[in-house]
């Protein structure tokens, strides 16, 4: 709001005159709980999808999905028993007083965040930290790597394939051989069986670790491992949202400011990527 009294690019941006009068800030509040609800971000990565020149460098065959940690805007510390019981702070500490967690149990079941209640605590795998968090997830054509369609849930062990089903759903069930790639996390029989029943080609990862789901109807053909090639490439997406994009970690508390910034962030990264291919084809 400072900027626009006195930066003219600004000004510019927004479609104010010189000697126009600034608005209230909370314009700003208002007019965000207003996107939220249209599901603004959403529809402005289908609009981008649906343009003549960016439709011909998509795939409408094959996909490869994923996911990635979403950093939530709390602190650990804001992690605290849902039934309230816990001590207040003693005198002299401030805000943030040291808090020894050690030998405590913390579980989502028990606790939960008083700075945002929808983050869950999650961790990565075993011996990493548990960090307040959600998952996002995107679904990518395979052809030149640009994202079709972004979600955000909370944190789960059925997040990811839930998700996948949810985006895949819209280019399923149609004539013509549909393939979805993705890593072992996918590698469930039962989230197999459903892409089956949609009509989709599971190019998932074998689990070499128990009993894979994927078996040689589908490893021998040549197209299973060019869709384990191309599956990586969402990396690169997820790897330019974290670093450029700022998602790495959340500035806007609740899931669905934080789903509308994600969804914003991967219709940015293609709109980078967009005049480079479409100048190199």
């Not at 549909?178 to 029943?197: C, H, P, Q, S, Y």
């Amino acid at each position: 709001m400072e900027r626009l009294d006195f930066d003219l690019l600004f000004r510019w941006f927004v479609g104010l005159g010189i000697d126009d009068a600034v608005w209230d800030h909370s314009v700003f509040s208002k007019n965000r709980d207003r996107l939220l609800e249209a599901e603004i971000a959403a529809k402005f990565l289908a609009a981008i999808l649906t343009q003549p020149e960016v439709k011909r460098l998509l795939s409408s065959d094959h996909f490869s999905v994923d996911g990635t940690l979403v950093e939530a805007w709390a602190s650990l510390k804001s992690f605290k028993p849902r039934s309230g019981s816990e001590e207040p702070p003693s005198d002299g500490g401030g805000r943030n007083e040291e808090v020894d967690f050690r030998g405590e149990k913390r579980t989502n079941q028990t606790h939960a965040s008083t700075t945002d209640p929808d983050a869950m605590l999650y961790r990565k795998g075993p011996g990493m930290e548990a960090k307040l968090c959600f998952i996002g997830h995107a679904l990518m054509e395979n052809r030149h790597g640009l994202f079709v369609a972004a979600r955000l849930t909370k944190v789960s062990g059925h997040a990811e394939r839930l998700a996948a089903l949810d985006m895949i759903e819209a280019h399923a069930n149609r004539p013509g051989a549909i393939t979805l790639a993705a890593d072992k996390g996918f590698d469930a029989a039962n989230f197999v069986m459903e892409l089956r029943e949609i009509n989709v080609t599971p190019h998932i990862a074998q689990n070499t670790t128990r009993r894979s789901a994927i078996d040689r109807r589908t490893t021998r053909h040549s197209g299973y491992q060019l869709s384990q090639c191309a599956r990586k490439r969402i990396e690169e997406g997820f790897g330019w949202m974290k670093t450029i994009g700022g998602i790495r970690r959340m500035k806007y508390r609740g899931r669905e400011k934080v789903a509308s910034i994600f969804t914003l962030a991967a219709a940015a990264y293609n709109l980078i990527r967009i005049p480079k291919l479409m100048e190199a084809t």
